[in-house]
Structure formats: C-alpha cells, structure tokens
C-alpha cells in the first residue's frame, strides 16, 4: 500500500478528505440516476407499443434492485472491513478479503441467475404484469439476468475501489456503464428495431464494460490492494463478517421496492390514482435525497475505518462530527425547500395543476422527518465504518419493517383522513428511527472507541 494513500487518510484535513471521497460518488449516482431516466424515455417512444413498455419495464425494475441489492450485501459489507484492515497495516488479509469477496460475488450472481431465469414468468406475474404488458417485461428481464454476474461484480467490487481512497476511479466506473449506455440505447431500440430487447442488451453490454473496467484496475499495479488470483477463495470467517456487515445496506435496497408497493396499494385504496401519482413523485424525490446523503456518508466511510484501524480514534470522532453536521444540514436543507418550495421540485414531474396542487400539500407531511433524517443515515454509516453489524441491520430494520411498513397500515385505522394517515407513516418512522438511532449511537460508538483505545494502551 503507497505512503501516499496512507499520508491522505492519516494526515489530510478531514472536511476536504471527506469531501474529496464523497463528491465523485455523488456526480456518480446523478449520472446513473440520469441514465435510467433516459433508458426509460427511450423505451417510452418506442413506436405502437411504447406505453405497454414502458409499463413492463416499470414491473421489471423492483426486481432488479433486489438483484442489485446483493452486490450491496458483499460489497458494502467488505469494504468497510478492508478500510479497517488497511488501517491496521494488515496488508495480506485486506487481499484475502478482496479475494473471497469477488469469489462470492461470482456464486450469488450465478445462483440468482439460474433462479431468476427458472422462475422469471412466475416473479413477473406477482410483480403485477398483465397478459398486455408480461411479454415487454419477460423480454427485457430474461436478457438483464443473462448479464446480472457482470453487474453484480461491476457494482459489489467498485465498493472496494471507493475504499482505498479512489473515489475518481469508481465515479468513472458508474460513468463508463451510463455513457455507453445512452449511446447504445437508440442504435439498440430504434436503429435496430430491438425494441425492449435492444435496451435490456445496452443495459448489459455497458455494465460488462464497467465490470471489465473494474477488475482491469483491481488487477493492476495501480490499485493498493490487488485482486490476487492466489487469493480468490471462500474464507467462511470472512464470508460471515462481511455478510452481517452487508446485511443493513442490503435491507436498505431490497426493501425500497416493497415500501412502495405498501404505499402505492395503501393511498390507492383511500385516494385513487392521482394520490399515488402523488406518492410515485414523492418517492422519487425521497430516493433521490436518500441517495445524495448515502453517497457523501459512504465518503466517509473509508477515513473512519481506516483510522479506527490504525487507532487514531481523534481523526475517528472528527470525521464522524463533519459527516453528521453535513448531512443533518442537508436535511434541513431539502426539508425546507420541501416545505417552504414544494412546487419547485414537483414541476420537474407534471404540469397538471391538480396534481400539483395536492402533491404540494401532501410533500409538507411527508418529508416532515426529513428535518433530522440526515442524522440518521450519517450514524447508520458509521455503524457499518466501525464494523458494528448487529447494530446497524438493527436500524435498517427498525425504520422500514418494523416502524414504517406497519405504521401505513395501522394508522388509517385511527386517524382522518385516511390518505393524510397514510402520508404520516413517513415522519412518524423518521423521527423515531432517528431518536433511537441517536441513543445507541450516544451509547455503543463511545463505548466502541474506548474499549479500542483501551486494547492498544495494553497492547505490548
């Protein structure tokens, strides 16, 4: 591993270092979220059937998030325990932990591949595809789980580029796949009369490119820590720290897609179609905020464990009081606008006025929370930098399983009108997530980092 490297995490002032790491990731994840919006505009225009489309596509992509979310599983979960590992000039394990998370990576994605692809008609028809729309979504689906290994390896093993300080390198990642994407796209759908096909093979072919890209880097000199062919093995003491380390950012992802189908169904039932036409503009918005916050707290993420590694715990606390300043103004920040703007957001969606007008009075319930929220998600990252699974699974679960989910079903049963007991669900899930995540924040990282502190002074 380069001084360099090590000079940066060590010695580097933390607000710019913070900054340095979490700018790339957050350009990165505008850009994907840009080209998933041009995917489906393209899609959308496909001449005759665009709509029926459009409408599958829409059915194809909760599944794929959850297909994704296991690349979150072994690469949120590894990295952090790689930044820890560098931090304690553990060099060889860092390696072996990269190894036999690759190799990890390879056997989930073959294994949901193979799953997927046995049960592909049945998953769609549960996801709500019609006999209309089931054969655009089986198309696109059954080319996407063919390319779901480069996809998974793309994304879990750019984690691991992020945490040895590259951030530049894993934004160039994200870029590659959305550039050649969009390229793609219009010679696929349009010029080549692929329809839904030729955007499920540009999907593939440019996260093959970005997988190819990442393992390029992770195999070359150029990287700190090297994907070592000695090394690719299953080590299952490995294996189980990353998969309880994984588990709170998998919980986070795979369970996005079922929150919005409780919400969807549940102000559908009292409001009807212009509600959750509402709701669908909200949760694109709360996503969008989600992930801004996520990619800067992910910034930091690398400096705490490194230093928590190497047991410099003042670079520890100092970075962890950047980050929550950050993203709780953050917060306040997209709450206020929220608030005191809402019509600003909600027109880049619609220009009908009904719908603006009741999503504007619905968008000062719902993202109530959002006041604090930022806390939240900085401490739950700070959880998974200090390796602390059980804790934060624990959070990831509290706020959507436990709290929200019942919460949306609960409170129309008290509280009128139903539809504005539906919206409260959010903060209601928010502000008591965030209080509890505050409390064992207050009481396990102070107790972490003194018992850290303590094993080294005893340590010959």
Known sequence: ???????????????????????????????????????RMFIGRIPETGTLALTGIGIVFPIMMVIQSFSALIGFGGAPLDSIKMGERKHKE???????????????????????????????????????????ADDYMGIYLIGSVTVLISLGLNQFIAAQGFAKTAMITICIGAAVNIILDPIFIFGMNMGVKGAALSTVISQTISAVWVLWFLTSKKAHLRLRFEYIRIDFKIAGGVLAL?????????????????????????????????????????????????????????????????????????????????????????WSVFTFLPQLPIMVFTNDPELIRLTTKLMKIFFLGTSIYGV?????????????????????????????????????????????????????????????????????????????????????
Do not use: W
């Open 94 to 136: 860092a390696e072996k932990l990269l190894g036999s998370c690759f190799l990890m990576l390879l056997i989930v994605s073959s294994v949901l591949t193979i799953t997927f692809l046995i049960f592909k008609s049945q998953l769609l028809v549960l996801f709500g595809a019609s006999p209309d729309t089931l054969p655009f």
């Open 246 to 334: 994984g588990l709170s950012p998998f919980i986070m992802q795979s369970t996005e897609s079922l929150i919005q189908i409780v919400f969807n169904t549940s102000i559908g039932k009292y409001g009807g179609d212009l509600y959750v036409a509402a709701m669908g503009i909200m949760s694109v918005l709360m996503q969008l905020f989600t992930l801004l916050l996520n990619s800067f707290a992910q910034g930091a993420q690398p400096i705490i464990g490194y230093n928590y590694g190497s047991g410099d715990h003042d670079r520890v606390k100092s970075t962890i009081k950047y980050c929550s300043l950050f993203c709780g103004m953050f917060g306040l920040t997209i």
């Open 376 to 460: 939240q998600l900085a401490f739950q990252q700070v959880f998974i930098a200090l390796g602390q699974a059980q804790v934060s699974i624990f959070i990831a679960v509290l706020r959507k399983i436990i709290l929200l989910i019942p919460l949306v079903y609960l409170l129309p049963m008290v509280i009128s009108p139903k539809t504005n007991a539906v919206i409260i669900a959010e903060p209601i899930a928010d502000f008591c997530a965030v209080i509890t995540c505050c409390v064992l924040f207050g009481l396990k990282v102070k107790q972490l980092l003194k018992g850290a502190k303590k094993s080294i002074a005893e340590s010959p």
């Open 1 to 39: 591993m380069s001084n360099n490297m090590n000079d940066r995490f060590a010695n580097e002032k933390i607000p710019k270092l913070i900054f340095s790491l979490a700018t790339p990731a957050i350009v990165a994840q505008l850009i994907n979220a840009l080209y998933n919006v041009v995917d």
